[in-house]
């Protein structure tokens, strides 16, 4: 196994311009993640959640520092080579599920592997066993708005897992769901903790950041510790 | 798969999207119908002036405008026997008829009418159209003769003989006896050289016309041409008839030329600015309705935004989500495009039907086609309109960024 963590940053730093303000969303962000390991993010709104979470999930990059992502540094990649870093290494959870809501289950799950260009028999069997794994074999058929917010989610997380990707970067995964759907949430993640995935959960529930090995806590767009 | 969703995302604004499809159809029909009228027009025009004969020409008198060996501008010119005889000799002269005209009684037993009598020559059929009922024309042999006869316009046949065949009968021009040999049939739309509707004409030999009514200068000359251009051929008629009268051989006053070739061009231009006219007017029908998708589909994009962000996270690369939309706009035109044309089709398969029974344009007989090559060019016109209503939409999408997919609906 190699030796250097799965996520390295240094010093990172960004910036918006709003006008003629310029806003620092990030500043001088140092941390390191290591592969297996279950991480929470937390911080109030407006703190640079999520703005950390688009640069570590590779949506967006830096304007300041370097930003290792599985020993590459990301922040010299261009648009082709950061899609294609998303597609094969990471998977995203979203609060709001982002499903299309025109495909079935089964549809949604396949989607990012027709950007690998995967024949549909294949991407569809892939669909099958993550659907199977988050206990939705007998939904794959049904549209997201026949599905319960939880369903919906647990398909998020089997569209997030059907590229076997070696980070799961979720942002607030359980915000829009009742405790008991959040649990299975959870549960689902610690099954893919015990096959080695690295997850990242973006949350303001300290509750849900318990649960976790390593809180990362930001407030002003800087790492408090 | 990707392509059916970007359809369902499009189609969520059902109204919308049929009133755009609508509009392509509109514009594709317009186009195609429009130029289906003029291309068909086109043809049939031109195959009944051809059918008229083209390369012939009527030369009329004219009054000389430049004075030339002695003879003082504004001489009146008259065509003369010796004139016709000089031009049938010319090589490419095909045939040559002069037309004379006068205004007479005739009578039969107790009935008398007042006409046009044109004395014309054998040849005059082949220059001039007069649809014959019955009977015959004049021939050669009554051009040498001098026969005495007469063929009849068809309300003169009447005033004189109700609906009996005349064909056969003697009438009275003054004190000569004439013997009816043929008569034209009915039409609104055959008329002498001199604007006279041919129902209202008789006509004679041109050289028992000269008996008849001696002195008579023909009013003009009819001839059609064979291996020759028209301008040379113009060229050389005047100047033998300049050189016969001592005239200046380019004053271009002399006679006046008018032919069917140009009569042809003048039509054929006007049906082909038509077609152009036409044809813009569905252009821009098309060009607004592809407006109307590039609107349709920016609206769609802006609704699917977070689901841009959503496919560009996953994986998506910007030129995928830009080339689907390109394929979303070219879709749609060519949808309504098709529907347009297949309307087309139909209304001009029904025009076809109907145009052949309605004797709108007398002996032109008006039709529509839509041939292979327009309809290439229709659907070349289309892809064109859905490129261009999907490339602005395409690049936008394009422009999305993948942190869009965090935004929260």
Known sequence: MNNYPLIHCENIYKDYQLGQVSVHALQDINLSIDKGEYVAVLGASGSGKSTLMSILGCLDQPTGGHYFFDGVDVSRLNTKQLALIRNQKIGFIFQAFHLMPYATALDNVALPLIYRGMKLQERQARARIELERVGLADRMLHHPSELSGGQQQRVAIARALVTKPKLLLADEPTGNLDSASGKDIMAIFDACLKEGATIIVVTHDNQLAKRMQKTLRLQDGKLVR | ?409
């Open chain 2, 1 to 409: 798969m990707e392509l059916r969703y970007l359809l369902k995302e499009i189609f969520v604004d059902r109204l919308r999207v049929l009133l755009t499809l609508l509009a392509i159809a509109w514009g594709t029909f317009a186009i195609s119908f429009m130029l289906a009228v003029g291309q068909g027009f086109l043809k049939s025009i031109s195959g009944f002036m051809s059918q008229m004969g083209s390369h012939s020409m009527v030369i009329s008198p004219g009054i000389s405008s430049m004075s030339f060996q002695g003879n003082l501008a504004g001489t009146i010119i008259s065509f003369t026997p010796k004139d016709i005889e000089a031009l049938k000799h010319l090589a490419f002269v095909k045939n040559l008829s002069a037309e004379y005209s006068m205004q007479d009684q005739l009578k039969y037993s107790s009935k008398s009418t007042s006409l046009h009598i044109s004395g014309v020559d054998e040849n005059y059929l082949a220059l001039h159209p007069v649809s014959l009922k019955t009977g015959r024309f004049i021939n050669a042999h009554d051009i040498a003769n001098r026969s005495d006869v007469i063929i009849l316009g068809s309300e003169i046949s009447k005033a004189l003989f109700k609906n009996k065949n005349p064909v056969g009968q003697w009438v009275n021009l003054g004190p000569f006896a004439l013997q009816v040999v043929g008569m034209a049939k009915a039409s609104q739309n055959q008329f002498s050289l001199y604007e006279m509707p041919n129902n209202y004409l008789a006509w004679l030999p041109a050289s028992l016309f000269n008996i008849l009514y001696p002195g008579q200068a023909p009013k003009f000359l009819l001839l059609s041409i064979k291996g020759h251009g028209e301008k040379p051929a113009q060229k050389t008629v005047l100047a033998v008839l300049a050189q016969a009268k001592h005239l200046d051989p380019t004053d271009q006053a002399l006679v006046k030329f008018s032919s069917n070739d140009a009569a042809l061009k003048a039509v054929t231009g006007f049906f082909h600015g038509l077609e152009w006219f036409l044809g813009a007017l569905g252009g821009i029908t098309l060009l607004v309705a592809s407006f109307g998708i590039a609107n349709m589909m920016l609206l769609a994009i802006r609704r699917a935004t977070p689901m841009i962000g959503l496919r560009m996270a996953l994986g998506a690369l910007p030129y995928q989500i830009a080339r689907n939309y390109l394929i979303e706009g070219l879709l749609l035109s060519l949808v309504g495009g098709f529907v347009g044309f297949l309307f087309s089709l139909l209304v001009i398969k029904a025009a076809n039907l109907i145009l052949p029974n309605i004797n709108l344009f007398g002996p032109v007989h008006l039709f529509l086609i839509l041939s292979w090559p327009l309809a290439l060019f229709i659907i070349l016109i289309l892809a064109v309109v859905g490129l261009c209503a999907g490339i602005f939409p395409a690049l936008h999408a394009a422009r999305i960024q993948p942190v869009e997919a965090l935004r929260h609906e």
